[in-house]
Each structure stands twice: as C-alpha cells, then as structure tokens.
T-cell receptor
Framework: KQEVTQIPAALSVPEGENLVLNCSFTDSAIYNLQWFRQDPGKGLTSLLL?????REQTSGRLNASLDKSSGRSTLYIAASQPGDSATYLC??????????FGQGTELSVKP | DTAVSQTPKYLVTQMGNDKSIKCEQNLGHDTMYWYKQDSKKFLKIMFSYNNKELIINETVPNRFSPKSPDKAHLNLHINSLELGDSAVYFC????????????????FGPGTRLTVL
C-alpha cells in the first residue's frame, strides 16, 4: 500500500531564504509525482508535475526533483517571499490512477 | 471564469440528514474526482469518474453516492450524515484518467466545508 510522508510538518523561515521541502513514498511504481500549494480555506493549486521518467521540473523559483528508486522528491524554493506562505502538498499518482497525498508542510515566510 | 466550481461553499446540518454537494468543471475534462480532507488536513480520494463511469471507489461508506449526469458534473450525495462526515470535500478534474498518459494534472475546486452537528 502506497504511503506518502512529508517532512517537516511545519517550517518558518525569514524572507529571502532558500528552502527545501521533502517528500518520500513507499512504492516506486508511480506514474508521476505532483506538488500542490494550498492556501487557508482554499482549494489546491498545482505547482509542478514530474513524470516517472523525469528527474526534475522547474517553474520560476520552484524546482522539484524526483528519485524514484529511493522513493524521494524535494521541492526547492529559491529566495522565499511572504507570499509563498501556504501548505505544500506532495502527491504520487500510482498505478491505480489516483493521487495519494502526504500530510503537507505548512510554510511560513516572515517579512 | 472558475474552472472547477462547487456549491455550496459551506454546509451545516444535523446528524441523520441527507445532503448533496454539486461540482461542475468547464475545462472539457473527461475525468472528475471527489476527495475528503479531514480535520488533520489529510486529503484522501473517495471516487473517480471517467466519461460518467465510476473507475475508482475507495473504501467509502455506501451512504456516499456520487452521481455524474454528464462529463462536466459530478455531484456527491450523502445519506444519514454522521459527525465523522464533517470535513472539507474537494472536487477535481483532469483531462483523462490521471496516470494514463503520465502527464495529467488534476485541477481542484475551492472545497465545501461540511459541518455535521
């Protein structure tokens, strides 16, 4: 049974810092891995999708990596801003065609 | 224009009642989903429909019955509501069965916060 874990559960950093969020999964048989952002009281916004054959994806200040064999992904945020404050969710799309989510990392970027 | 919309945004009701949550997507997608986010913010898939056919049905009590009248709509009906049903319910859609092409992204609605008293 696929399980997704995110570390840390919460993170507080000063503005301008570079930071890394971690995601691990137990079953490497995945189609893709996705990172989402959730703002309080809102839905999820897709940030990056990495196919199982890819190693990384970049969008602006965000870079996500995938090491399928070790069951790990990282989301790197460069030059963090207060507007980056949100909960970041990692989800793997397994062979059943469904998203299995981690519990998220709550990020707070202080001005 | 809202891509995936849900109504209502908030729903407060008594135990034992029956209620429905509606979802509509205007993205032309073939696949729609329902997720439940519990009080600990853990998101878990409940159902998935592709072209109006049920393709994923997780271990969900049969009090929950999804209905897809057409590809653009996936409604969730809940009978005999219980306290443990209190959660935020999210609808989502994707172009196809996520994973079939390895490139599909799911687009989420804003959520419906259900409170059962």
């Amino acid at each position: 049974k696929q399980e997704v874990t995110q570390i840390p559960a919460a993170l507080s950093v000063p503005e301008g810092e570079n930071l890394v969020l971690n995601c691990s999964f137990t079953d490497s048989a995945i189609y893709n891995l996705q990172w989402f952002r959730q703002d309080p009281g809102k839905g999820l916004t897709s940030l990056l999708l990495i196919q199982s054959s890819q190693r990384e994806q970049t969008s602006g200040r965000l870079n996500a990596s995938l090491d399928k064999s070790s069951g790990r992904s990282t989301l790197y945020i460069a030059a963090s801003q207060p507007g980056d404050s949100a909960t970041y969710l990692c989800a793997v799309n397994d062979s059943g065609g469904k998203l299995i989510f981690g519990q998220g990392t709550e990020l707070s970027v202080k001005p | 224009d809202t891509a995936v919309s849900q109504t209502p945004k908030y729903l407060v009701t008594q135990m034992g009642n029956d209620k429905s949550i509606k979802c509509e997507q205007n993205l032309g997608h073939d696949t729609m989903y329902w997720y439940k986010q519990d009080s600990k913010k853990f998101l878990k898939i409940m159902f998935s429909y592709n072209n109006k056919e049920l393709i994923i049905n997780e271990t969900v009590p049969n009090r929950f019955s999804p209905k897809s009248p057409d590809k653009a709509h996936l409604n969730l009906h809940i009978n005999s509501l219980e306290l443990g049903d209190s959660a935020v319910y999210f609808c989502a859609s994707s172009q196809d069965i996520s994973g079939a092409s390895g490139t599909d992204t799911q687009y989420f609605g804003p959520g419906t916060r259900l409170t059962v008293l």
